[in-house]
């Protein structure tokens, strides 16, 4: 069965600080797709980033980056030089390839910004 | 509509009533999917519609929780015999079909569900 752990329940930063999220997962499958969601007061779940479990290449999107470790089972999440408007939960998650429409998601990481 | 839509927002009910919660999705998205969101159990999967498709109901908790998706397009949630564990948010997202392992889902705002 696949799974998704977030240690982290809750961070604070002050505005302009980086806030680095961890995911672990678990799953059985050779391919997999990892997400982050972003989920700010509104309630909407807003898609932020996927990656394939046969890519393991980390990349920079504006002030977000990601760092995957098939080694580790880790799929870290970045936030470089924060802003209130990124106070949210944010979850990771995971979907196998065979159930791609089904994802399977972490407990959340609440994330508050202070100005 | 430009994003997806759910009614009600919020839904008060007691204990034992039949509620039904409504998705909009996307024009043009083929795939819909249903989400659950609750303090115990997190976000959890329920159901998903992909066209004209039979859905996959594994993730539907007990026999009292239905869904359909009429003209592939609205969905229609509805919980029988409603109990207070069936708390929770509801939510509602859709893809196109090409999308759905890509994670490219628009979710909605969601059904805030009470049973009292």
């Known amino acids: 069965a696949q799974k998704v752990t977030q240690a982290q329940t809750e961070i604070s930063v002050v505005e302009k600080e980086d806030v680095t999220l961890d995911c672990v997962y678990e799953t059985r499958d050779t391919t997999y797709y990892l997400f982050w969601y972003k989920q700010p007061p509104s309630g909407e779940l807003v898609f932020l980033i996927r990656r394939n479990s046969f890519d393991e290449q980390n990349e920079i999107s504006g002030r977000y980056s990601w760092n995957f470790q098939k080694s580790t089972s880790s799929f870290n999440f970045t936030i470089t030089a924060s802003q209130v408007v990124d106070s949210a939960v944010y979850f990771c998650?995971?979907?196998?390839?065979?159930?791609?429409?089904?994802?399977?998601f972490g407990a959340g990481t609440t994330v508050t910004v202070r100005a | 509509g430009a994003g997806v839509s759910q009614s009600p927002s919020n839904k008060v009910t007691e204990k034992g009533k039949d509620v039904e919660l409504r998705c909009d999705p996307i024009?043009?998205?083929?795939?819909l999917y249903w989400y659950r969101q609750s303090l115990g159990q997190g976000l959890e999967f329920l159901i998903y519609f992909q066209g004209n498709s039979a859905p996959d109901k594994s993730g539907l908790p007990s026999d009292r929780f239905s869904a359909e998706r009429t003209g592939g397009s609205v969905s229609t949630l509805t919980i029988q015999r409603t109990q207070q564990e069936d708390s929770a948010v509801y939510l509602c997202?859709?893809?196109?079909?090409?999308?759905?392992?890509?994670?490219?889902?628009?979710f909605g705002s969601g059904t805030r569900l009470t049973v009292v």
């Open positions: 998650a995971l979907s196998e390839a065979r159930n791609d429409y089904k994802l399977s």
């Open positions: 997202a859709s893809s196109f079909n090409r999308n759905r392992g890509r994670g490219g889902y628009t």
């Open positions: 024009s043009g998205h083929t795939a």
